[in-house]
């Protein structure tokens, strides 16, 4: 709501620049360069750890768009993206301990 009361819209700019590094969960290229020389269980851990993350950063951006959005396809497909990469996360959560129970 601006001082004068009126309620406006901007209409979003369709150049949207971000480097990969600021979004939350994305890999740097040195994780990414960790992640292929990695082997075996090494590299399983190093992948779901990465892939968590980013899953995590996801729900955070739909988050973020959940609570601007006013209704819509949009809104619902943000909601829909929580849900599925949270329990995604979860799965690889536990992917990740069974990993570590077996080399205990």
Not at 44 to 55: A, T
Not at 65 to 84: C, F, I, N, P, Y
Request: glycine share 10%; proline share 3%; charged share 20%.
């Amino acid at each position: 709501m601006h001082p004068t009361g009126t309620h406006e819209h901007r209409q979003p700019s369709a150049d949207i620049t971000v480097r990969a590094t600021s979004m939350p969960g994305m890999a740097t290229q040195q994780e990414l360069d960790i992640l292929s020389a990695a082997r075996g269980q090494d590299a399983d851990l190093v992948f779901l750890g990465l892939m968590q993350r980013h899953h995590f950063g996801g729900i955070q951006m739909a988050r973020a768009a959940d609570q601007l959005l006013e209704g819509g396809v949009v809104e619902q497909t943000a909601r829909e993206m929580m849900s599925s990469q949270g329990q995604e996360a979860g799965i690889m959560g536990l992917q990740i301990s069974a990993i570590h129970s077996r080399s205990e």
